[in-house]
């Protein structure tokens, strides 16, 4: 017998507010056509003032729960996915436990700015499979708009806030494919690109949050180039390619990225669960965000072979190979 970190529930949260590219129009040189064509972004949610990603992550997370019939208590761990914690600490994610009224087990933070939640399903399906954890709730949540600087027209038309949640849970397979659960899993980072993706401030530098910076294209060569390598990696472990995928849910950052890797995995786009047009890149948030619109599009159903792939500041990359 083999455990499987078995997904039970998926739930989202986006914030109210709508921003769409018109909105960037008025305030910095550039145009809904320059954004719609270089990264199939239409719209974002941007939170209210005083919305923190916690609140954001509890909403997500009751949704996810909600959608597996469980309670709260029936959980073993929380873990969160998230860049843009409410404060330095705690973790946002026992805010999270707090917020949701989960009084048992253990919660904690991983920070792999968009491959966050590749890292938090790894870590799940690791805490599952040792025997640690029966139950956990895997959140990924982020208030980008909270480090944009928005005079920086290379970045600030391209990311979102926003929340979605899987409730993950021990189930028993037969040590193959067919198995429900997470099969693979493969992450990935090298520091050495620390400078193509950061934030310029932090607690121990300049005491401040700072604001993101980008070398967008040179982020986007790697892009292309490490996603389907990494895809292709997990399913390899488990005997799988691009030809047995039902789903690819790829990170949405950029539809051209998102087309390339599936062009590079020989899958074609209709088996691509696409939300990068109404959410943009809400990055550690915006997989747990496709995989619950999938689910409630209709695409994405029980026993469909789901490959997750993720690239972000770090670098760090990694890719998940589940059967939902
Ligand atoms: O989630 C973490 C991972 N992040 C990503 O995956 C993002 C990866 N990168 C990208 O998605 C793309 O590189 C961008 C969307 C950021 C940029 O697209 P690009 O096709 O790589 O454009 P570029 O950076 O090479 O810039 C092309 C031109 C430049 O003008 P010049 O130098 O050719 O005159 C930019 O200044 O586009 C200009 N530009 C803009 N023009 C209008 C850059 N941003 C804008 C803008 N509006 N908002």
Request: hydrophobic share 45%; with cysteine.
């Amino acid at each position: 017998m083999t455990i499987r970190a078995v997904v039970r529930g998926v739930g989202h949260y986006l914030p109210e507010r709508v921003v769409p590219n018109s909105e960037f129009e008025q305030r910095i040189d550039t145009t809904d056509e320059w954004i719609r064509a270089r990264t199939g972004i239409e719209q974002r949610h941007f939170a209210a003032e005083g919305e923190t990603t916690s609140d954001l992550g509890a909403r997500a997370a009751a949704a996810a729960l909600a959608d597996a019939g469980m309670e709260p208590d029936a959980l073993d761990a929380l873990i969160l996915a998230t860049s843009t914690a409410d404060l330095t600490f705690p973790s946002a994610a026992t805010m999270i436990q707090s917020k949701i009224g989960m009084k048992s087990g253990f919660a904690f933070d991983v920070q792999a700015v968009c491959a966050g939640f590749v890292f938090a399903l790894a870590n799940a399906n690791a805490l599952i499979t040792s025997g640690q954890a029966r139950r956990v709730l895997v959140v990924g949540a982020e208030t980008f708009s909270r480090i944009l600087d928005f005079e920086d027209r290379t970045t600030c038309v391209l990311f979102g806030d926003g929340a979605g949640a899987v409730v993950l849970e021990a189930g028993d397979g037969t040590g193959t494919p067919a198995d429900r659960g997470i099969l693979a899993t493969d992450l990935n980072s090298d520091g050495s690109y620390r400078d193509l993706l950061y934030v310029d401030g932090g607690v121990s530098t300049t005491g401040t949050a700072g604001h993101l910076r980008m070398q967008g294209n040179q982020v986007f060569r790697h892009a292309v180039e490490k996603l389907a390598a990494t895809a292709h990696a997990a399913l390899g472990k488990v005997g799988l390619s691009g030809e047995d995928v039902d789903w690819i849910v790829p990170h949405q950052a950029n539809l051209r990225i998102i087309a390339a890797t599936a062009s590079r995995m020989q899958v074609p786009m209709d088996r691509v669960v696409v939300t990068v047009q109404d959410h943009g890149n809400t990055s550690a948030a915006s997989i747990p965000l496709a995989l619950s619109v999938g689910k409630a599009r209709g695409q994405i159903k029980t026993g469909d072979l789901i490959v997750t792939e993720a690239i972000g500041g770090g670098l760090s990359w990694g890719s998940v190979v589940l059967r939902w």
